[in-house]
């Protein structure tokens, strides 16, 4: 065993691509990886009704080994990749040492306990180094031995190395929110920009719930409409396919919908999903058969680049609410849709 080569080694020229992909995911502190041949999965849950994964596709990486863990007896089949638990916060932290700036943080008081955490960082870095900011983003090293080793992390910039190893569980669970992309009741593509002004100007009153509702008019018409419920009273953003102002882009890209829609979901798990919002350019919202919401986000890693290149995608699912419950006990659990195109 101690002769097999490292399950992975994974080299990212940009640990800042890597921290804004994984930041959007960060409402919980741990995460679970999945290693396979074709990229690293990150996933966090929230309670089994909420799930959000970014899939860093091997073409991310400037190099990607993955060498399938050895079989155990001669007769059995290759092992199923290994699906670890980490602690985020911790590979936050870590793909932050050097400060990279957050351009969520740039866009206003959205960072949250990494920018602080981050300032703390700079200012250290810049106590032996005058030239942190507008360097290279940082040379970036994944290193997984297998089963029981640690996840380790080598950054390096601008002459400065640091190692981290982060320990590795066992993932506790395995089971994923089941999405039928096969029956959908709503697909709409819109500016993500437009999902967090909604999201955010919700949240002002401070609501329990967020109610999707779709409703299929003529091809000028379609309506999406978010409406938010709580003790203080609800508030509805009304979206229309009918743009007044043939200027302006329209807010709804597609819009797909066979018949009047509705679902409702806690609505902080729906705000989870904001730093996503914030760092996407585009957003695809659909419901399912069932009423599962799935917000697949379109994050451009760089600016200019062909169409199809350096992006990446954050996907949230959320399992609705029913009528007199609060969701739990959803799902059947046979969880084996994944959704990481
Ligand atoms: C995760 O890492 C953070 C930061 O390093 C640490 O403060 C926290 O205690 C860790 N959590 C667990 C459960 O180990
Ligand atoms: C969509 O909203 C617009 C403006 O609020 C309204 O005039 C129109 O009738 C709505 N269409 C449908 C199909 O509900």
Redesign the pocket.
Known sequence: MASHPPLLTAVSSSARQLLLLLRCISFSKKSRVRISAEGIRFSTEEGSIMEAFVFLEKSLFTSYTYNAPPPLSSQEDVPAPPYLEINLTALLETLNIFGLSDPASAMGKRGGEYDSFATHRLNRHNAFSTHALGMPAGICTFSYAGSGSPLSIHMSESGVTTTCDLTTYEASTTEEIPFNRDSLALKTIMRASSLLDTVTELSSMNPETITITA???SAA???ISFTSTGSLGSATV?F?T?TPLSTTAPILETFQCPRKTSASFKFGLVKAAQRAMASATKVSLRLDGEGVLSLQFLVELVEGKEEGEGVAFVDFRVVPLFEGEDGEGHGEGNGGSSDEE
């Open positions: 409703t299929p008019g018409s379609n309506n009304d229309t009918n």
